[in-house]
């Protein structure tokens, strides 16, 4: 590997929402634009893991190329030659490694997965490949050697399996593998006090999700400004009466309050000097719904400007790289396990 890695996916099979973009797409940005030249930048569509629950296939092609453009129209470059833009399933090492993985993961660390418990809760027919979601996650970040992979926090059990699993096979094979930083370290990198994860405007126990019954409580990229802007005008609140950054007793505010801080880029001490005590619930909805339908408006102009063939020469140009990085590490494995000599 050359420069060290900074890799992170999103499911393709829906719309993506406001959660997405703030959660995944926005740092990942971010962190391009601040570190440029030094770090190689994996951005890739998991369709591979669109699979894992109910999806339309019909749809699933043209739904994740229309994902892929909400990458360059957030502000990814295309032209960068340290920035990479592929599908996981055009490039097949993904699924031979996660073959290879499963052999030494254990049932009982993927039993314990939070996302798998919470995503087969009530369901009588629960597939494999939810259950070996984590492990197919780890040979997308295995591959390529990365470092730092920008997720919410939703995903923190996950990338703990990866280092297990990295360093299980290191101490039984030697160094066939780069660990990723710990949690600790990807948060320090990524500037974050926590993992971002925005909460549903309705239900703001719960996570912005493509999949909510709700959908008044789900912000999605392609909403016009206007509606965006009602629905969080009538976010779930409560009667403290008192604006605090507080995800255990208030987090419908705190959950505008991070909403607010990541459009606005203002530091999260500038947030709470602006907004903490403050009585008035309603002029922190009108900022947070300024701040949504004035981004909404900019992105969409961006959106529908995103040059069709060139994404397209992208996608086949990180696709043939990236192929060559993984069977680099793919053979490496395949050689310490006894599948090549």
Do not use: C
Not at 28 to 35: G, K, T
Not at 175 to 198: C, M, N, T, Y
């Amino acid at each position: 590997m050359g420069k060290p890695v900074i890799l992170t996916g999103l499911r393709t099979n829906a719309e993506y929402h406001l959660g997405n973009y703030l959660g995944g797409i926005l740092p990942m940005v971010r962190m391009q634009q601040e570190h440029a030249g030094v770090y190689q930048v994996n951005m890739f569509a998991p369709d591979l893991h669109s699979f894992t629950t109910e999806v339309d296939h019909d749809t699933l092609y043209t739904q994740t190329m229309k994902n892929i453009a909400v990458f360059v129209a957030a502000g990814m470059p295309i032209d960068s030659q340290d920035f990479y833009l592929y599908r996981q399933s055009f490039i097949p090492a993904h699924s031979e490694l996660t073959v290879i993985l499963n052999n030494f993961a254990y049932f009982g660390e993927l039993s314990r997965m939070t996302q798998f418990k919470d995503k087969s809760e009530g369901k009588s027919n629960v597939t494999a490949g939810l259950f070996d979601y984590p492990v197919l996650m780890a040979a997308d970040i295995l591959l390529y050697g990365a470092s730092y992979i920008p997720v919410g926090d939703d995903q923190k059990q996950h990338l703990e399996l990866t280092r297990d699993l990295a360093i299980r096979l290191n101490n039984k094979f030697g160094d066939i593998f780069i660990v990723p930083k710990d949690w600790k370290h990807q948060l320090q990198f990524s500037k974050r006090l926590e993992g971002a994860r925005i909460r549903s405007l309705r239900n703001p126990s719960q996570k912005m999700s493509k999949s909510v019954s709700d959908p008044t409580g789900t912000i999605l990229l392609t909403d016009t400004p206007e509606a965006a802007a009602k629905k969080v005008k009538s976010a779930e609140t409560d009667s403290v009466g008192k604006i605090n950054w507080d995800w255990n007793n208030q987090p419908g505010i705190t959950n505008l309050l991070q909403i607010y801080e990541l459009l606005t880029s203002n530091s999260h001490k500038e947030v709470l000097a602006e907004w903490t005590g403050r009585e008035l619930y309603g002029d922190l909805k009108v900022a947070v719904a300024e701040q949504v339908s004035a981004f909404l408006s900019e992105f969409q102009s961006n959106l529908s400007k995103v040059d069709k063939n060139s994404l397209q020469k992208k996608l086949e140009a990180s696709e043939l790289e990236m192929a060559n990085q993984a069977n680099i590490t793919l053979a490496k494995v395949q050689k310490a396990v006894g599948l090549r000599p």
